[in-house]
């Protein structure tokens, strides 16, 4: 049983942290990401997922300094019901 498709995920978020994420910047930060892959079906239940990303964290210019972090990540994931 095998079933493929192609996805593309798009999304934003903040994150708190209790130091800067880097010395001159903040701890209230931002990070978009995007992200495109593939699913597989492994069974009728379980399914494959793998993924190219872009992932970003930076405050925003809501500090003097804003030493952002851009970073590509290859992810492998696997989806199970409950």
């Known amino acids: 049983y095998e079933r493929w498709t192609v996805y593309g995920e798009i999304g934003a978020g ?5 130091e800067p ?3 001159t910047g903040g701890q ?6 995007a992200a495109v ?3 597989m079906d492994l ?3 379980t399914r494959l997922l793998v993924g190219l990303g872009w992932y970003h ?3 925003a210019r809501t500090t003097s300094t804003n ?6 990540a290859l992810t ?3 989806s199970l019901p409950f």
């Open 14 to 18: 903040l994150a708190y942290s209790s």
């Open 21 to 23: 994420v880097r010395p």
């Open 28 to 33: 209230l930060n931002f990070t978009p990401q």
């Open 37 to 39: 892959g593939f699913s």
């Open 43 to 45: 069974n009728h239940q």
């Open 57 to 59: 964290i930076s405050n």
């Open 67 to 72: 030493l952002g972090v851009d970073a590509v």
């Open 76 to 78: 492998a994931r696997i």
